[in-house]
C-alpha cells in the first residue's frame, strides 16, 4: 500500500448554501458539482482546486459519522500551498474565519504553517510549503 496524494477533502457545514457561498467566495470559482438532500436543501457541494484540481467536498454535517465532533474544530489539520501566506491568512480572518494556528515558521528550510477555523467550524490550514513548489517545478519540466 502507499499513499499517492489527496483525492478528496471532506469538510462538514450546518448551512451547507452558506458554506458553499463562502469557499466560492475565498476560491473565486463556484461549486462543479452539488447535490440536494431528501428535503431538497444542498446537502453537498464540491470544488476543483489548485494545481492538480483536487476535490474539496462541503457536507451537511448531519450525515458526519457518528461521534464526529459537532462542536468546535476536530479532527486533522490538511495545509494548502499557498503563495503568499501572510496575505491568505490576511484574506481568511477579513471574511470570518478565526484564528487556530497563528503563522509559524517551522525550522530554517522556509517552511511556514497558519491555520483558521472557517466560519462552519472546519479547520483549514495554509502554509508556505517549498518541497511542493520543488515537485510541482519538477514535474513541469518533464
Same mark, same amino acid.
Given at each position: 500500500? $502507499?499513499?499517492?496524494?489527496?483525492?478528496?477533502?471532506?469538510? *462538514?457545514?450546518?448551512?451547507?448554501?452558506?458554506?458553499?457561498? *463562502?469557499?466560492?467566495?475565498?476560491?473565486?470559482?463556484?461549486?462543479?458539482?452539488?447535490?440536494?438532500?431528501?428535503?431538497?436543501?444542498?446537502?453537498?457541494?464540491?470544488?476543483?482546486?489548485?494545481?492538480?484540481?483536487?476535490?474539496?467536498?462541503?457536507?451537511?454535517?448531519?450525515?458526519? !459519522?457518528?461521534?464526529? $465532533?459537532?462542536?468546535?474544530?476536530?479532527?486533522?489539520?490538511?495545509? *494548502?500551498?499557498?503563495?503568499?501566506?501572510?496575505?491568505?491568512?490576511?484574506?481568511?480572518?477579513?471574511?470570518?474565519?478565526?484564528?487556530?494556528? !497563528?503563522?509559524?515558521?517551522?525550522?530554517?528550510?522556509?517552511?511556514?504553517?497558519?491555520?483558521?477555523?472557517?466560519?462552519?467550524?472546519?479547520?483549514?490550514?495554509?502554509?508556505?510549503? !517549498?518541497?511542493?513548489?520543488?515537485?510541482?517545478? $519538477?514535474?513541469?519540466?518533464?
Amino acid at each position: 500500500m $502507499s499513499l499517492r496524494g489527496f483525492a478528496t477533502l471532506n469538510i *462538514w457545514a450546518d448551512d451547507v448554501e452558506a458554506a458553499t457561498a *463562502w469557499y466560492a467566495d475565498l476560491l473565486g470559482v463556484e461549486a462543479y458539482f452539488t447535490r440536494p438532500g431528501p428535503d431538497g436543501c444542498l446537502a453537498y457541494a464540491e470544488f476543483r482546486v489548485g494545481d492538480y484540481q483536487a476535490e474539496l467536498g462541503i457536507i451537511d454535517r448531519r450525515y458526519a !459519522p457518528a461521534g464526529a $465532533s459537532a462542536t468546535g474544530p476536530g479532527g486533522v489539520v490538511m495545509h *494548502w500551498h499557498v503563495d503568499d501566506l501572510d496575505a491568505t491568512v490576511e484574506r481568511l480572518l477579513a471574511l470570518g474565519a478565526t484564528e487556530y494556528q !497563528p503563522i509559524t515558521p517551522h525550522g530554517d528550510g522556509g517552511f511556514v504553517t497558519a491555520s483558521v477555523v472557517d466560519p462552519f467550524g472546519n479547520v483549514l490550514g495554509v502554509m508556505r510549503n !517549498p518541497h511542493y513548489l520543488d515537485i510541482l517545478a $519538477s514535474l513541469k519540466a518533464t
